[in-house]
């Protein structure tokens, strides 16, 4: 079992920036993808981006391009934390947002992992 807990979540202006961090406790080894999904209100929950557990690579897949060059995820593998940097946000940026873990990048990126976090809230002001 892996437990995935999601911090730095808060209200911030539109240019701000936040970073979320996500610590996995328990098996984290049994884990080769992390990810960051987020779901707006009265919307779908979206794939932000993945990173290989093993590798550092990461895979900033993405519904829209209202993300691309504003988001960034790495990783600390020891301190087995995956973080989400994100820079000048906007009000559509306001969500849940959403760690989530697998053994399968697959799965993962399909939406379905095994594990989640509960959820950080992230609200951006105009």
């Known amino acids: 079992q892996v437990q995935l807990v999601e911090t730095g979540g808060g209200l911030v202006q539109a240019g701000d920036s936040l970073r979320l961090s996500c610590k996995a406790s328990?098996?984290?080894?049994?884990?080769?993808?992390l990810g960051w999904f987020r779901q707006a209100p009265g919307k779908e929950r979206e794939l932000v981006g993945s990173?290989?557990?093993?590798?550092?690579?990461?895979?900033?897949?993405h519904y829209s391009d209202s993300v691309k060059g504003r988001f960034a995820i790495s990783g600390d593998n020891a301190a087995n934390t995956v973080f989400l940097q994100m820079n000048s946000l906007k009000p559509e940026d306001t969500a849940v947002y959403y760690c989530?873990?697998?053994?399968?990048?697959?799965?993962?990126?399909?939406?379905?992992?095994?594990?989640w976090g509960q959820g950080t809230q992230v609200t951006v002001s105009s």
């Open positions: 990173i290989s557990r093993m590798t550092g690579d990461t895979d900033m897949v």
């Open positions: 989530a873990a697998d053994s399968s990048g697959t799965r993962l990126r399909a939406g379905t992992p095994n594990y």
């Open positions: 328990g098996r984290p080894d049994t884990t080769t993808v």
